[in-house]
């Protein structure tokens, strides 16, 4: 592409109120000036997760701005050490887009040690739609001492994108997985059989001891809040962990200490906005030889979820309102209004 092809960003100048108050701006974007430690990227391809929305909207208080918004991406570094330059690069960051600008843009700049070649046999589109998911998946299991062949690992909400991202980690990793969410097909992908539990018309605490002979999970990643506490807690096993990454502020649960010490349990919580550019990247380097022998899948991204930048706000409206699909920018096709 020339030197002249024009460079655009999503500006957020302050949060919005909602997001119908959302000033959500595609402006003109300087080819941006990199440190020695640093690279510059050509942005090819940006997931809009909630999380992007979300701290548009002020729901993430530590989130600066004015900013450009966007976690995760895949493009090409441009700029930078010269082992570097020219590479397919993916990366993702609970600082991108949030203290830093962000990939909802044709250009970022990130410190060399924030990016990784994209696998082998996955497209850039998949590739920037891969981040936050599989980032806090693989930063539950590793916090909770690693998901391991023969154990048993329930996912509560295997139907969301983190926990599609689950399932297949705990698959690769050879447990048996559980999966539990509101319909009958397993979402997504897994390189080995799930069982699948759809718990609108099965009770899962029952039916999970049931398929556990009595003993309960090794594992329980609970991706949806408190609608699930009751059976997570209830379907540990002794010595059991369980992983948390969303709970809704002032929320609380009622929590019985005696099972929980008797029991030797773990309560892990995951906050992926603590994890750095740099942190996110090693995590998603370490799921690289799945996603390159096929037993980890990206996420399917159909060519009308490829959206213009300049077409963002319908991105974010539909990511906000819960779209299943990964929506994802697409920087170097923008065509913005020329008034």
């Known amino acids: 592409m020339s030197s002249e092809t024009p460079s655009f960003a999503l500006h957020v100048a302050a949060k919005g109120s909602s997001i119908d108050t959302l000033q959500l701006d595609c402006q003109s974007q300087s080819k941006p000036i990199i440190a020695p430690h ?14 992007d929305v979300k701290a548009t909207l002020g729901i993430m208080p530590h989130a600066i701005f004015p ?76 916090r909770a001492g690693g998901v391991k062949a023969g154990q048993t690992v329930v996912v509560l909400g295997a139907n969301g994108k983190v926990g ?49 002979q ?18 997570g807690h209830a379907i540990m096993a002794k010595g059991a962990s369980q992983i948390f990454i969303i709970a809704t502020k002032g929320q609380t649960v009622a929590f019985d200490v005696f099972k929980f010490y008797r029991g030797m349990h773990n309560f892990v919580g995951i906050d992926t906005l603590a994890l750095d550019c740099v942190r996110s990247c090693e995590l998603l380097d370490e799921l690289r030889p799945g996603f390159e022998d096929g037993t980890l899948k990206p996420f399917p991204v159909a060519a009308a979820d490829m959206i213009d930048l300049s077409l963002a706000m319908q991105a974010y409206r539909a990511v906000l309102a819960g779209a299943k699909n990964r929506m994802v920018l697409k920087p170097l096709r923008v065509h913005p209004d020329p008034t």
Not at 170 to 199: H, M, Y
Request: proline share 5%; glycine share 10%.
């Open 67 to 142: 900013r450009t918004p966007g976690r995760d991406f895949a493009g090409l570094v441009v700029e930078g050490p010269e082992a570097l330059k020219g590479l397919s690069v993916w990366g993702s960051g609970g600082d991108i887009g949030i203290t830093r600008n962000g990939s909802h843009a044709r250009y970022l700049v990130l410190p060399n040690a924030a990016v990784k070649q994209v696998p082998k046999g996955i497209s850039m589109e998949e590739a920037g739609a891969v981040g936050v998911p599989f980032v806090t998946a693989c930063e539950g299991f590793s």
């Open 38 to 51: 640093e690279v510059l990227i050509q942005v090819v391809a940006a997931a809009v997760n909630p999380s």
């Open 214 to 231: 009595g003993r309960g999970a090794n594992l329980v990643f609970n991706t949806v809040d408190k609608v699930y506490w009751e059976v």
């Open 164 to 212: 599609q991202a689950a399932v297949q980690i705990a698959a690769r990793a050879g447990a048996k997985v559980i999966a539990v969410q509101r319909q009958d097909q397993l979402e997504g992908f897994a390189c080995t059989p799930v069982e699948v539990i759809n718990s609108t018309h099965t009770e899962p605490t029952a039916r999970i001891m049931e398929l556990t």
